[in-house]
């Protein structure tokens, strides 16, 4: 008799032994997340201005029985940095990952970046922080964006718009570049697409002092040398931002 019941609990042991990861990872599935995230995932900065450098503390708190530990932090984008306070939770333990948000020069209105947190928790290995904001420009471009029409290749090509200072202190233009190019597809139209920069822009004026509650017109020249789809933007400079106008039009 015995005999037989070893055998019987031999028989069992190999299964019992896979099923205890099983139980395992069941009851800490059965607690949930084990980590807590204070306020929720998602923060909004509100309104903000070009130069400010906004941050926001997610606090997270272990609530489970087993220590969890962040294996990586990756945000979305180059214009937002986060770093957990620790690496490392133990039970009830809590730290905090700071987001801080640096607005692109060229950024403007409503904006929303991820911060994506990866962590040991089998339950729910990754979360996804979220920040909003609504990037106030201190400049307003008219028109924003100007269809040139129809450009004879090799020929001077001039246009203008205006800029105007909404802020309520001087602003100093530092700069006036042209990121504009053709899409040439040969003599016929039916070549693959070559991307040709547009290399003779001029602006005037190029830098100047713009006064609280100002316009000012900026007049951009350039000399198409190909055929083909005209692409790009004129991009206006002042401190902290940056202002684009769009050029879109075809050079026969």
Do not use: W
Not at 40 to 60: L, S, V
Not at 69 to 84: D, G, H, L, Q
Not at 138 to 144: A, D, K, S, Y
Request: proline content about 7%.
């Amino acid at each position: 008799m015995m005999k037989s019941t070893t055998r019987f609990f031999l028989l069992l042991l190999p299964a019992f032994l896979i099923l205890l990861p099983a139980c395992s990872a069941q009851d800490k599935a059965d607690e949930g997340d084990c980590l807590h995230i204070e306020g929720g995932e998602i923060h909004d900065f509100g309104t903000i201005n070009h130069g400010e450098k906004p941050t926001h503390a997610f606090r997270f708190t272990n609530t489970c029985s087993d220590t969890m530990r962040f294996t990586a932090v990756k945000a979305s984008c180059s214009c937002t940095a986060a770093m957990p306070d620790d690496d490392v939770l133990a039970p009830g333990e809590d730290t905090e990952i700071r987001v801080t948000f640096y607005p692109p020069r060229s950024s403007n209105g409503h904006v929303e970046k991820s911060v994506s947190v990866f962590v040991n928790d089998e339950p729910r290995p990754h979360f996804v922080l979220r920040i909003k904001a609504d990037i106030v420009s201190g400049f307003r471009t008219e028109p924003e964006k100007i269809e040139v029409g129809s450009i004879p290749v090799g020929r001077e090509a001039k246009r203008s718009f205006t800029i105007t200072n909404l802020g309520d202190a001087p602003q100093e233009i530092v700069a006036v570049q042209a990121v504009l190019s053709i899409e040439d597809r040969g003599d016929d139209g039916s070549g693959p697409p070559v991307v040709r920069p547009v290399t003779t822009a001029s602006f005037s004026p190029e830098k100047f002092t713009l006064e609280a509650g100002a316009s000012q017109e900026i007049t951009v020249r350039f000399t198409p040398k190909v055929k083909g789809k005209l692409l790009g933007s004129v991009v206006v400079y002042s401190g902290p931002e940056a202002r684009q106008v769009e050029f879109t039009g075809m050079v026969e």
